[in-house]
C-alpha cells in the first residue's frame, strides 16, 4: 500500500490529497500542517492563507511559459468547479473593466479567452465572462469532513523541516510539499519564495444586491485595484483588496481600510447601505487579513530525491491557489504515477 504524507491543510494540500483519493485505491494519506480546517479557530488565523483567498477565478493573457503551464491548471480547475453542487461554489458572472489596458488584453492574446465560456470583448478596456466563485469558510471545512471520511488522517503539528516527517511517520513515503512557501527537506524556505499581504473588507449588502450575481475587478491606472467577491450562500460580499509585495505587517492597517473604503464609494457606490438621514455607508462584517505566498518562477510542481525520501513539490500558487488547486493537483499526479511507475494512460 502506498503511503503518502501531504504537508499543508491548505487549498492545494487538500485538493491534492482529493485528487490522489478519487484516482488511486489502496492509498494511506496523512496530512501535517501546522494550521488547517480540522481545526475551526485555524479559520479565523490570518497565517492560514486559504481561508482569506479570493477565490473566484480572473483569466488573463498568458506572457511567458510560467503563466502558460499555469493557464492550462486554471482550466482544468475551471471545469471541476463547473461540476459541484456546492451551496458554497457558484458560477457568475465575470467582469474585468482596466483603466490601461496594455497589447495582451487589448488585443485578447493567447491564454486570456481560451476555454473560457461566454468571452466577451466589450470595448477595448471591458471584458466578460463566466466564471466560479468559492466561499473559503463553507469549502474548506467541506473538503476536510469528505477527506475525513475517505479514511486522511489528519496531524496538527509545525514542521521545521520535510526531513522530521520521517520522525513522525514511519515507514518509507512519499511526500507532497503544499506548504506554501516552500519548506524544505532540511529546513527553511525556499529561497525564491516571498508573500503578498491582502487586505480585504467583509460586507453586507443592501438587499437583492446585483452584486451577488457578478464579481467586477477594476485594473486602476497606477496599479491599484477594487474589486467585489460575493461569499454564497450568504455570507456577505468582499471588498478588497491590497496586493503588498514583501509587506510582513500582521495586523489590520487603517489606512488600507479607508483606502478600500474611499475606492469602493467610487466604483461600488451601490454597495452602500442607506442610514436614516440619508448617508450612505458600508456595513463591514469583517476586515481580512492574509498573505499569500509567492514564488518567482510561479508555482514548483518539480520532483526531489531527498535520502529515502521521495517529495513532489506543490508550492509557491500566490494569489491563485484556488485558480491552480485542482489542475495542480493533477500535475501532482501525473508526477506520482510516473514515480511509483503506474501507466499513465490508466486511471487507477
Given at each position: 500500500?502506498?503511503?503518502i504524507?501531504?504537508?499543508?491543510?491548505?487549498?492545494?494540500?487538500l485538493?491534492?490529497?482529493?485528487?490522489?483519493?478519487?484516482?488511486?485505491?489502496?492509498?494511506?494519506?496523512?496530512?501535517?500542517?501546522?494550521?488547517?480546517?480540522?481545526?475551526?479557530?485555524?479559520?479565523?488565523?490570518?497565517?492560514?492563507?486559504?481561508?482569506?483567498?479570493?477565490?473566484?477565478?480572473?483569466?488573463?493573457?498568458?506572457r511567458?511559459?510560467?503563466?502558460?503551464?499555469?493557464?492550462?491548471?486554471?482550466r482544468?480547475?475551471?471545469?471541476?468547479?463547473?461540476?459541484?453542487?456546492?451551496d458554497?461554489?457558484?458560477?457568475?458572472?465575470?467582469?474585468?473593466l482596466?483603466?490601461n489596458p496594455?497589447?495582451?488584453?487589448?488585443?485578447?492574446?493567447?491564454?486570456?479567452s481560451?476555454?473560457?465560456?461566454?468571452?466577451k470583448?466589450?470595448?477595448?478596456?471591458?471584458?466578460?465572462?463566466?466564471?466560479?466563485?468559492?466561499?473559503p469558510s463553507?469549502?474548506?471545512?467541506?473538503?476536510?469532513?469528505?477527506?475525513?471520511?475517505?479514511?486522511?488522517?489528519?496531524?496538527?503539528?509545525?514542521?521545521?523541516?520535510l526531513?522530521?516527517?520521517?520522525?513522525?511517520?514511519?515507514?518509507?513515503?512519499?511526500i507532497?510539499?503544499?506548504?506554501g512557501?516552500?519548506?524544505q527537506?532540511?529546513?527553511?524556505y525556499d529561497?525564491?519564495?516571498y508573500?503578498?499581504?491582502?487586505?480585504?473588507l467583509?460586507?453586507?449588502?443592501?438587499e437583492?444586491?446585483?452584486y451577488?450575481?457578478?464579481?467586477i475587478t477594476?485594473?486602476?491606472?497606477?496599479?491599484?485595484?477594487?474589486?467585489?467577491?460575493?461569499?454564497?450562500?450568504?455570507?456577505?460580499?468582499?471588498?478588497?483588496?491590497?496586493?503588498?509585495?514583501?509587506d510582513t505587517y500582521?495586523?489590520i492597517?487603517?489606512?488600507?481600510?479607508?483606502k478600500?473604503?474611499?475606492?469602493?464609494?467610487?466604483?461600488?457606490?451601490?454597495?452602500?447601505?442607506?442610514?436614516?438621514?440619508?448617508e450612505?455607508?458600508f456595513?463591514?462584517?469583517?476586515?481580512n487579513?492574509?498573505?499569500r505566498?509567492?514564488?518567482?518562477?510561479?508555482?514548483?510542481?518539480?520532483?526531489?530525491l531527498?535520502?529515502?525520501?521521495?517529495v513532489?513539490?506543490?508550492?509557491?500558487?500566490?494569489?491563485?491557489?484556488?485558480?491552480?488547486?485542482?489542475?495542480?493537483?493533477?500535475r501532482?499526479f501525473?508526477?506520482?504515477?510516473?514515480?511509483?511507475?503506474?501507466n499513465?494512460?490508466?486511471?487507477?
Amino acid at each position: 500500500m502506498n503511503n503518502i504524507v501531504i504537508v499543508g491543510a491548505g487549498i492545494l494540500g487538500l485538493t491534492n490529497a482529493l485528487y490522489i483519493i478519487e484516482n488511486l485505491p489502496n492509498v494511506n494519506i496523512t496530512i501535517i500542517s501546522e494550521l488547517g480546517p480540522n481545526d475551526p479557530s485555524s479559520l479565523l488565523n490570518f497565517k492560514y492563507a486559504s481561508s482569506w483567498a479570493g477565490a473566484h477565478f480572473r483569466p488573463f493573457p498568458s506572457r511567458n511559459k510560467q503563466d502558460i503551464r499555469e493557464m492550462k491548471m486554471t482550466r482544468e480547475t475551471y471545469k471541476y468547479f463547473k461540476s459541484l453542487n456546492l451551496d458554497c461554489v457558484k458560477l457568475i458572472k465575470g467582469i474585468e473593466l482596466l483603466e490601461n489596458p496594455d497589447n495582451h488584453y487589448s488585443n485578447v492574446l493567447y491564454g486570456y479567452s481560451e476555454e473560457i465560456e461566454n468571452f466577451k470583448q466589450l470595448s477595448k478596456g471591458k471584458f466578460e465572462y463566466d466564471t466560479w466563485v468559492v466561499n473559503p469558510s463553507v469549502y474548506l471545512p467541506y473538503l476536510y469532513e469528505k477527506l475525513k471520511n475517505d479514511g486522511v488522517k489528519f496531524i496538527n503539528k509545525k514542521l521545521e523541516s520535510l526531513n522530521q516527517i520521517n520522525e513522525i511517520v514511519s515507514g518509507y513515503h512519499i511526500i507532497i510539499n503544499c506548504s506554501g512557501m516552500g519548506l524544505q527537506f532540511n529546513g527553511g524556505y525556499d529561497k525564491d519564495s516571498y508573500s503578498i499581504r491582502g487586505q480585504t473588507l467583509l460586507i453586507s449588502p443592501p438587499e437583492n444586491s446585483q452584486y451577488w450575481r457578478k464579481t467586477i475587478t477594476y485594473q486602476l491606472l497606477y496599479g491599484s485595484w477594487i474589486f467585489n467577491i460575493p461569499r454564497f450562500p450568504n455570507d456577505g460580499i468582499i471588498l478588497g483588496g491590497t496586493k503588498q509585495i514583501e509587506d510582513t505587517y500582521d495586523n489590520i492597517r487603517d489606512e488600507d481600510t479607508e483606502k478600500l473604503l474611499k475606492l469602493g464609494s467610487k466604483y461600488f457606490p451601490d454597495l452602500m447601505k442607506t442610514k436614516g438621514n440619508g448617508e450612505k455607508y458600508f456595513d463591514i462584517k469583517r476586515v481580512n487579513l492574509g498573505f499569500r505566498p509567492a514564488r518567482i518562477g510561479g508555482l514548483n510542481t518539480s520532483i526531489d530525491l531527498k535520502n529515502k525520501n521521495i517529495v513532489l513539490n506543490c508550492y509557491g500558487a500566490g494569489g491563485m491557489g484556488y485558480e491552480l488547486s485542482y489542475g495542480a493537483a493533477k500535475r501532482v499526479f501525473e508526477n506520482l504515477k510516473s514515480v511509483l511507475n503506474l501507466n499513465s494512460d490508466t486511471k487507477l
